[in-house]
């Protein structure tokens, strides 16, 4: 019973939340003690279902791209060729922890407006450099023996990196994309405050109205999709460790 305690709780957390963004007015009578001079108690100002959609695609869009030049860089910078082009890279992917992701957005909107857009470039540059650290050490902590192995066996630079050193490195570059997802789906709720379509579209308008169920609402849905996801590609990540294991093997 105890192993399957922690499935049912993820279960029961996936209905509950499919509940409650398709169904909110279910939940009306829980939240009511929460508004003040009837006030409503569900968000009334658009579908939370559909602003829930937005919120994840936003946090897609943005994980794919850092992905592919965090990997990118990584790659490159652990090629003979590219090594002295590691500081200067580490450089780069600290641009977007150093700066506030309000500070961003306030420099990307006379850039490219209002919208989606300032919302995708800061979530882009707060989630490249978890995925960079880890790329670069899975790439860099491989087994000798294995490399040497694929070398002595007639491989190419390519077929290595293809066919050795990503696919060994992949559970930790996975640690690294898991990490900047969670990072990315708290972030995206200020993406509201220069009008993307975001999660945080709820709680903004709790706090300009002084609802807390509107506030509860917005944190408690992005909170759900963090658990689940982080979850999710956790068990992705375990799954490619231990298949990484047994071809080891």
Do not use: C
Request: net charge positive.
């Amino acid at each position: 019973m105890k192993a399957w305690l922690p499935l049912l709780l993820r279960l029961a957390l996936v209905v509950l939340l499919v509940a409650f963004v398709t169904s909110p007015g279910w939940f009306e009578p829980l939240l009511k003690p929460l508004t003040e001079n009837n006030a409503p108690v569900i968000y009334n100002q658009g579908s939370l279902l559909t602003l829930t959609l937005l919120h994840l695609r936003t946090v897609l869009i943005a994980t794919v791209a850092a992905t592919i030049v965090a990997v990118a860089l990584a790659i490159l910078v652990t090629r003979p060729a590219g090594a002295e082009f590691l500081p200067l890279s580490r450089s780069l992917v600290n641009i977007g922890q150093t700066f506030p992701p309000v500070a961003v957005l306030a420099l990307a909107v006379p850039a490219v407006g209002f919208g989606e857009k300032p919302t995708l470039i800061a979530l882009f540059l707060y989630g490249l450099l978890p995925i960079f650290e880890n790329a670069l050490t899975g790439l860099t902590t491989l087994p000798a023996n294995v490399v040497e192995a694929a070398r002595g066996a007639g491989m190419t630079g390519w077929q290595r990196l293809t066919k050795v050193e990503l696919p060994l490195s992949a559970p930790i570059i996975l640690g690294g994309i898991r990490l900047s997802v969670v990072i990315s789906l708290a972030t995206a709720t200020i993406g509201s405050t220069v009008a993307a379509k975001t999660l945080g579209e709820v709680i903004i308008a709790g706090l300009l109205s002084n609802n807390l169920a509107f506030i509860l609402q917005g944190g408690l849905i992005v909170a759900a999709l963090a658990v689940l996801i982080y979850d999710g590609l956790s068990a992705v990540e375990r799954y490619a460790a231990r298949r990484m294991g047994r071809e080891a093997e």
